[in-house]
């Protein structure tokens, strides 16, 4: 089941103008909870967007990679205590990925939002613009954004093939 999961994910830009049920709403947030976390410490916190006007305002958060959330019926930001724990990082990337193979497994697509580090303009971050529409404390670190919606497109699987197995390595470094 998990292999069908991962081969059949692609990320998402379409979305259908359709709401998500609140069960399957509620699967994604328990699938971020679950995650794991370095040393058990959960710095996250998930900040789930149904509101289509919020939702417009967030893709305009960076100038490319972001336009689609706008079409978008959910957004997931994906935030951490940056205080609590020093990998705050890996553990918010491990719960948005979560949250991602969850979208799968509900037959919902997605699609990351790369906030932290980005740019929005005029010497504006995408995490500064972010934090500012919704509220957020400026100690919490903005990771992501997940965009969910039922796909208005069909991609097929990466082929087999398609797969960079040359950049994988047995024992030593460029041992094939």
């Known amino acids: 089941m998990f292999f069908d999961l991962i081969e059949k994910r692609r990320s998402t830009r379409k979305f259908k103008p359709d709401a998500i049920e609140k069960e399957k709403i509620d699967s994604l947030i328990e699938s971020a909870l679950r995650a794991p976390s370095s040393r058990g410490l959960n710095p996250w916190r998930f900040i789930v967007i149904d509101n289509g006007d919020l939702l417009e305002q967030l893709s305009r958060s960076k100038p490319h990679g972001a336009s689609f959330l706008k079409n978008a019926p959910l957004g997931i930001v994906v935030c951490a205590d940056g205080e609590t724990s020093d990998v705050w990082i890996e553990d918010t990337s491990i719960a948005s990925t979560f949250i991602q193979l969850a979208a ?54 990466h082929s087999r093939a398609s797969l960079e197995t040359e950049k994988i390595f047995f024992n030593r470094f460029g041992r094939q």
């Open 104 to 157: 799968e497994e509900l037959n919902l697509g997605s699609c990351w939002i790369q906030i932290r580090r980005r740019d929005h303009s005029n010497g504006v971050t995408a995490e500064e613009k972010v934090r500012k529409l919704l509220g957020i404390p400026e100690k919490i670190n903005v990771e992501s954004i997940i965009a969910i919606g039922y796909p208005a497109e069909e991609k097929p699987p």
